[in-house]
């Protein structure tokens, strides 16, 4: 193990359970929801046509993609308080994978969306890379119940 690992592996671990902060509200356009179907090719009507999605479901309009959501992640946890604060010697952050995803509510064409996020797990991954699992809640401004919550597992990679 590297000395940036064990120190990175060691400062995180100090951090486990800790509430890592609320991030900055982002809208969810209209024109970004047809960008995500233009690039995924899911047109589905719900998604972008806002007359028959008023009409013909319970949404009231258009809705984004949990995909769209769950892809957002990166900028929305960009704004957290502790995101800037990368440990010494590292190389890159890879997104290793999700433990679990659920999309709790839909989020309405033009609604504001915010993540929330918790260091849940910490662990070392030989021979220089730390894991680490953050259960991040998508929260929508105006809503009880949030849009989606993951528990993301990240690795950094140490010099």
Same mark, same amino acid.
């Given at each position: *193990?590297? @000395? ?7 400062? @995180?671990?100090? @951090?486990?359970?800790?509430? !890592? ?8 356009? !209209? ?7 233009? %690039? ?8 972008? +046509? ?7 479901? &319970?949404?009231?309009?258009?809705? /984004? ?12 946890? /960009?704004? @957290? ?5 990368? &440990?010494?010697?590292?190389? *890159? ?13 839909? %989020? &309405? ?8 996020? %918790? ?10 890379? %730390?894991? $680490?699992?953050? $259960? ?7 809503? +009880?119940? &949030?849009? *989606?919550?993951? +528990?993301?597992? $990240? ?5």
């Amino acid at each position: *193990m590297s @000395l940036n690992a064990r120190n990175a592996y060691e400062a @995180l671990k100090a @951090l486990e359970g800790s509430d !890592q902060g609320t991030g900055d509200w982002f809208e969810v356009s !209209q024109d970004r929801i047809n960008g995500f179907a233009d %690039v995924t090719l899911d047109h589905q009507f719900i998604h972008v +046509d806002p007359e028959r999605a008023a009409a013909e479901t &319970p949404f009231g309009g258009t809705i /984004a993609h949990g995909f769209l959501t769950l892809s957002l992640l990166v900028h929305l946890t /960009a704004s @957290l308080p502790k995101a800037g604060n990368s &440990p010494a010697g590292r190389v *890159m952050g890879i997104n290793y994978g999700f433990e679990k995803v659920r999309f709790i509510s839909p %989020v &309405p064409a033009g609604a504001r969306i915010r993540a929330r996020s %918790v260091l849940s797990t910490v662990e070392f991954h030989a021979p220089n890379a %730390v894991n $680490t699992t953050r $259960t991040v809640t998508v929260e929508i401004e105006g809503k +009880d119940k &949030p849009a *989606m919550v993951a +528990d993301w597992v $990240t690795r950094g990679v140490f010099a």
